[in-house]
């Protein structure tokens, strides 16, 4: 007579299954902390980008009209420095082209533009954004007369940089021209301006951008 033992069946223990539990969390947590950092990268790319664009439209906008600026022969514009804060009495005329000032104590760019209008690019605090510091520009086409531009009705005006950047550093300054001799031939050294700017910005985690230009007048009555 045959007697059959009986099947014995394998299980997994109590510590079998936490360590399982364990390496599987685990592997869980390293996949999860990989892919967290995979679209926060992303998405600091996407808006270094961004503010990357910014700067490049404000390096164009400014490098193009301020290229391209007439001699101010007339002085047409001088009646547009007050509509500014100027924090001096007068606008300081450093060459024949471009003038620096100080408004609301940061610099500002005055010169008049290939379309004889009177320009200036200045830091203004925007109420309607937290009182952020923005680049903005304001126009006035003096058409000859040299009050037309003394009061805010011809005067147009536009921030250049959007609610969610804001200018933490501008700086300006232009060639002088004010303590050479007539001899020396001003009209005949190109005039120029350059200006520093740093931007930071508010969405996600706020990268920063900064950039140097440096212009040379391009207008062929200088010469």
């Not at 990357?52 to 514009?77: G, P, V, W």
């Amino acid at each position: 007579m045959t007697t059959l033992g009986a099947t014995k069946t394998r299980a997994f223990t109590m510590i079998e299954l936490l360590i399982a539990i364990t390496v599987f969390s685990i592997v869980i947590l390293i996949v999860l902390q990989s892919f967290v950092k995979v679209i926060d990268y992303n998405r600091k790319a996407i808006q270094n980008q961004g503010i990357q664009d910014h700067a490049e439209f404000i390096f164009q906008l400014m490098t193009r009209e301020i290229r391209t600026a007439k001699i101010n022969y007339s002085d047409n514009c001088h009646s547009f420095y007050n509509n500014f804060d100027l924090t001096s009495t007068d606008y300081v005329k450093t060459n024949q082209i471009y003038s620096i000032a100080t408004v609301s104590s940061a610099p500002a760019i005055f010169f008049e533009n290939a379309n004889s209008e009177c320009v200036a690019f200045y830091i203004q605090s925007d109420a309607a954004a937290n009182n952020i510091k923005r680049l903005r520009v304001a126009r006035c086409a003096h058409q000859n007369n040299p009050n037309r531009c003394a009061g805010p009705t011809n005067l147009s005006q536009a921030y250049v940089t959007p609610q969610d950047i804001e200018v933490l550093k501008f700086t300006a300054r232009a060639s002088d021209f004010s303590n050479l001799a007539a001899s020396e031939g001003d009209r005949h050294r190109p005039a120029s301006v350059s200006y520093y700017i740093k931007l930071r910005s508010f969405i996600w985690q706020p990268p920063e951008i900064e950039f140097t230009n440096f212009i040379t007048a391009r207008n062929g009555a200088q010469f």
